[in-house]
């Protein structure tokens, strides 16, 4: 069992920039995929960015692709999502996403799910 808990979501200017971050419950988080998600007002959730465990290789959403970096840290069970050049459409509350092992990027069918952190962006 895992739990995430994301941090970091607030009111922003477009333009801006935002760090979230994602703790992990557990001692194997370097075993885990993990990604982000978002879903905006009257909208599906949406695939923002993933990592894979071991050789933490990354996948972006095009809509997001140049803006958004995802990294982890497994010493800190933590996995960060670098947003800049905020745009009022990245409006959303943010999700973590863990998955073990499993290194396919493509799948967004991911296990374990934090609350969601909100991100908003004023214009």
């Known amino acids: 069992q895992v739990t995430l808990e994301e941090s970091g979501g607030g009111l922003v200017q477009a333009g801006d920039s935002l760090r979230l971050s994602c703790v992990a419950s557990?001692?194997?988080?370097?075993?885990?995929?993990m990604g982000w998600f978002r879903q905006a007002p009257g909208k599906e959730r949406e695939f923002v960015a993933a990592i894979s465990w071991g050789d933490s290789s990354t996948r972006y959403a095009d809509s997001v692709k140049g803006r958004v970096t995802i990294s982890r840290d497994n010493s800190k069970n933590t996995v960060y999502l670098q947003m800049n050049s905020l745009k009022s459409e990245d409006t959303a509350v943010y999700y973590c996403?863990?998955?073990?092992?499993?290194?396919?990027?493509?799948?967004?069918?991911?296990?374990?799910w934090g609350q969601g952190t909100q991100v908003t962006v004023s214009s």
């Open positions: 557990g001692r194997t988080f370097s075993t885990y995929t």
């Open positions: 996403a863990a998955r073990y092992l499993d290194r396919e990027l493509t799948n967004y069918d991911y296990t374990y």
